[in-house]
């Protein structure tokens, strides 16, 4: 499951104006224009499919519903899938 949160880089109590604000930083920043890099498409890919969701109070709700039901039915798996979301932006630029 992928994290829509951490691909904004916002908390989940964020509001619509922070979803608003963190999909137009992040789309420029990832927009296969503007970005040469490899998995540029990728990432802006995500962070539209992010703010798709996350925008929509009805797909929001759902997919709430269903991040806690994941953290509750394998918490260990679910956390390995976080840690490794959060982590790996920041050690591909790094390298």
Do not use: C
């Amino acid at each position: 499951m992928k994290d829509y949160y951490t691909a904004l880089g916002l908390r989940s109590a964020a509001s619509l104006a922070d979803i608003k604000k963190a999909f137009r930083q992040k789309a420029s920043k990832y927009h296969p224009d503007r970005n040469t890099d490899a998995d540029a498409s990728a990432r802006f890919r995500t962070v539209q499919e992010a703010y798709e969701v996350l925008s929509d109070d009805a797909r929001r709700l759902a997919y709430d519903d269903n991040r806690r039901r994941n953290l509750l039915d394998n918490p260990a798996e679910t956390a390995r899938e976080i840690w490794q979301e959060y982590f790996q932006p920041l050690r591909q630029t790094t390298r």
